[in-house]
């Protein structure tokens, strides 16, 4: 006989680790205790050692499904004390906390079979989950994953509930969240002035009924409330538009189940597996030629975000739905998810109808992830229900307590304790003060989470950011507090190292929209040199003028006009018979004209995102934008890939050049020549620099990749190049990921 205690580290409670433990234990006639406390999960084993090393290669090769293990411990240890049977013992609590908060999972297979199995007493119970699916992160206070730590604290369990919660061969054994109609939160459904209409399997029976009858819903999710139409019905999907305000950006679309989706859509088998996954996240995915439903969910896109029904909730309401629906964040422009339903409303009232809800408490919010499949690998666009909080393990064991507080757009935090990143869920943009509530309560729940006070504050150099303000608040509060500055684009370049762990010279291609570069101009065309600790800016685009400034980012003709005043006189550009012209008055292209030869309101950018804008305009594609990012997504609708041609540039003492660009662009008339053209010459501009840099790996970063054509484009080109080359991932790969690079650079 021998004895050894285990520590496991890493993403190990709240995923039925404990009971996995307990039956490996009997499998193998092991005897001896598991429990949790606040680094992992500690295991002391007693019994032969043939049965111990049997139990240590399963513990290693077989975990549970929804479990990460970054390290286990082994440690032989003289036990004097025999253990007659295996148990699982109470948690234990101390001040060190370092276990990894599980995401929200979606429901699981077994969950779902039993809301339909008539015999079985979660019979259409709308709240089902079980050890592996489930609220996780948006129902934990703090570590332990314990219930008395979840906002399910105040709901005593059934003695059948019981009995299951203190099984240890049951997979619902210490699942925190679980409950029956019986004990558990219940659904109501009220109508927009606050009155109840009725609850539990009625209440979704009904709201299906208004869903269908043409009436926008507010229901309740695992992280925040969605608003839900028909997706098949053009009235009620223009009344979400105009009621939203949200004038032609895309509604992601919720359906039952696969086969569903493909009806709609063309699926590879990679968006298949990740829309399937325990993640359950939105894919963009290509719409199928004969599209029949509302074509006012993704106006002039051939792309559809679209995800599975994901709690038990979702499923029973589509029992009674005639359609897919649309389901997107319940918010006001500019502000984070909605989790109650006092607050819907209290903000939404005058755009839904009816509001299904249910008592267990959303502590923490969290969006749903959005990603896109790239070459067979997932990118992500928004990382949050599913994925966040996401856990980095590095062998440098930091000395210092680090956060990070990201960038202003597409927000989120970052911590750096002993091994451990732990990047938050998406937060959002910094443009409200409902936003920097949340921003704020993230940083402080996450701090709760791990008992942790930071003593370096890492943040940009952008002297308007919200976030920058913020982190130097807390230093004029704390002169102990160590405060670090990292430019923007270098902070896209190490958030890619950080993801592949590298510690060597790369080349990196920053692209971007907007980012404040070290000579007080806005970058966003950027090419570095750089390592873990240092870069050199050795290329940029040309610098031009953003007319009127963050107007500019709204109209995309400033941009066009800008850049014709570039390269034409004023004379030249009124004569111009161009659609980007046209879309001015002769005295506004004049003002505008004297705007940019006196640099007044008139910002120098570098900016890619900026460029895709102006292109979009030269293509009469769009003048004006509605949302971030719609002239990127239109061009690419656009591109052929018959077309191989490329426009021409120059490179001048590492300014990229483009005025040779515009003046062949504006002498094609044909959309698909222009974009085509155009993401060629982007493609063309990377490889051409990278031959110059042989010996360098190469990184891709900032949101422009996102832009999937032009990221394909050239991994294929790398590819066969036999180059070495490396994009966000897991990471999103827009800014995102600006806080996990913050703190790369410090460890």
């Known amino acids: 006989m021998q004895s050894v205690f285990i520590q496991v580290i890493g993403t190990v409670q709240g995923v039925g680790f404990r ?79 370092s276990t990894i908060i599980s ?74 969240p679980i409950a029956c109609e019986n004990c558990g939160p219940t659904i109501v459904l009220y109508n927009n002035k606050n009155e109840v209409l009725s609850s539990d399997i009625t209440a979704i029976k009904e709201i299906a009924q208004e869903i269908n009858k043409g009436s926008i819903v507010a229901i309740k999710g695992m992280g925040g409330f969605h608003l839900i139409c028909d997706a098949n019905n053009d009235k009620v999907v223009e009344k979400l538009r105009i009621r939203k305000s949200r004038l032609n950006k895309p509604f992601a679309l919720m359906f039952k189940d696969i086969n569903s989706i493909k009806n709609y859509t063309d699926l590879t088998q990679k968006e298949e597996e990740f829309l399937n996954s325990k993640e359950k996240p939105i894919v963009l995915v290509k719409k199928k030629k004969e599209f029949n439903l509302s074509q006012l969910i993704a106006p002039n896109i051939n792309h559809l975000g679209c995800f599975i029904a994901y709690t038990a909730l979702h ?99 970052s911590l750096y304790f002993e091994n451990n990143l732990i990047l938050s869920p998406y937060i959002g943009d910094l443009n409200s003060l409902k936003s920097m509530e949340y921003f704020e309560r993230t940083i402080e729940t996450f701090k709760r989470f791990y008992d942790f006070e930071p003593e370096v504050i890492v943040c940009d150099k952008h002297p308007n950011y919200e976030s920058t303000k913020f982190a130097l608040k807390l230093k004029e509060t704390n002169s102990n507090l160590e405060l670090v500055q990292i430019q923007h684009h270098y902070a896209h370049t190490l958030s890619v190292m950080a993801e592949y762990k590298l510690n060597k010279d790369v080349l990196a291609f920053i692209f971007d929209g907007t980012g404040y570069g070290d000579d007080g101009n806005i970058w966003g065309g950027e090419v570095f040199i750089a390592s873990k600790t240092e870069y050199k800016r050795v290329n940029h685009f ?123 662009m504006i002498l094609e008339k044909d959309k698909k020549q222009i974009c085509s053209k155009f993401i060629n010459t982007i493609g ?9 840099h042989k010996d360098l790996p190469i990184v891709l970063g900032g949101g422009v990749f996102q832009n999937k054509t032009l990221l394909e484009l050239l991994i294929n080109k790398f590819k066969e190049q036999n180059r070495e080359f490396y994009y966000n991932k897991t990471i999103p790969l827009n800014d995102g990921g600006i806080s996990v690079g913050q703190i790369y650079h410090l460890i």
């Open 19 to 97: 009971p996995f433990v307990y039956n490996l234990a009997l499998k193998y006639d092991i005897k001896g205790w598991v429990n949790n406390d606040e680094k992992g999960v500690n295991i002391l084993l007693s019994s032969s050692e043939e049965n111990i090393k049997n139990f240590i290669n399963e513990l290693k090769s077989n975990p549970p499904i929804l479990a990460r293990i970054d390290s286990i411990n082994i440690e032989k240890i003289t036990e004097i004390k025999e253990y007659k049977t295996f148990e699982i013992i109470q948690s234990e609590s101390s001040k060190n906390k």
């Open 103 to 176: 995401p929200d999972i979606a429901i699981c297979d077994d969950c779902i079979e039993d809301i339909n199995d008539m015999s079985n007493f979660r019979y259409s119970y709308s709240l089902t989950n079980c050890t592996n699916c489930g609220p996780r992160y948006s129902i934990i206070k703090t570590i332990p994953y314990d219930r008395i730590n979840t906002s399910m604290f105040s709901f005593e369990l059934c003695e059948k509930c019981k009995n299951e919660y203190e099984n240890p061969t049951n997979r619902r054994y210490h699942a925190q």
């Open 315 to 413: 499923h029973l309401l589509f029992r009674y739905l005639n359609n897919p629906i649309v389901a997107t964040s319940a918010n006001l422009k500019g502000e984070p998810i909605i989790t109650s339903k006092d607050e819907i409303i209290e903000k939404l009232s005058n755009v839904v109808d009816f509001i299904l809800d249910f008592n267990r408490d959303i502590l923490n919010a969290s969006d749903d992830s959005v990603i896109q499949i790239v070459d067979n690998n997932i990118t992500k666009i928004r990382n949050a229900r599913g994925y966040a909080p996401t856990a980095f393990n590095f062998e440098n064991k930091s000395k210092k307590k680090i956060l990070s507080l990201g960038a202003n757009q597409k927000s989120t935090i």
């Open 542 to 664: 040309k610098y031009f003028k953003l007319l009127g400034g963050e107007k500019a980012v709204l109209e995309p003709k400033r941009v066009a006009l800008s850049l014709l005043f570039d390269s034409f006189s004023l004379e030249e550009v009124l004569n111009l018979e161009i659609a980007c012209v046209k879309a001015f008055k002769e005295s506004e292209i004049k003002m505008f004209h004297t705007m940019w030869q006196k640099g007044l309101n008139s910002p120098l950018t570098s900016s890619i995102g900026r460029l895709f804008d102006a292109v979009a305009s030269f293509a009469n594609i769009l003048h004006i934008q509605s949302y971030e990012g719609e002239t990127g997504l239109q061009i690419e609708q656009y591109y052929d890939k018959t077309i191989t041609q490329s426009f021409t540039y120059e490179i001048i003492e590492g300014k990229i050049k483009i005025s040779s660009m515009i003046k062949q």
């Open 684 to 692: 063309q501009i990377i490889l051409d620099i990278s031959s110059l």
